[in-house]
């Protein structure tokens, strides 16, 4: 599903216009985004949760020369699925 199908649909389930759609799929992702940034936990009920770990550094190794390389440590966002959501795909 693209960015533009997601908002068609929350447009028709919502019953209010593509252009108002794609405000508050904006604003949410903003949102959540901006949490991550601080490092908050968001949980939306229904659909999971999303938090920042850290990955440590490691070794590793440039698949075309061979080299080992240094991989440098990063935060990264992870995301757990709700129950239901892991249900209804069932």
């Known amino acids: 599903m693209t960015k533009a199908e997601l908002v068609a649909e929350v447009a028709k389930q919502a019953g209010i216009t593509k252009k108002e759609a794609d405000a508050a799929l904006k604003a949410a992702v903003g949102a959540i985004s901006k949490a ?9 009920p229904g659909l999971g949760i999303f938090t920042v770990k850290k990955r440590a550094a490691r070794k590793g190794r440039n698949p075309r020369t061979g080299q080992v390389i240094q991989i440098p440590a ?15 795909i069932k």
């Open 74 to 88: 990063r935060k990264v966002v992870a995301f757990k699925p709700a129950k239901d959501l892991r249900d209804s």
């Open 36 to 44: 991550l940034k601080k490092g908050e936990r968001i949980a939306i």
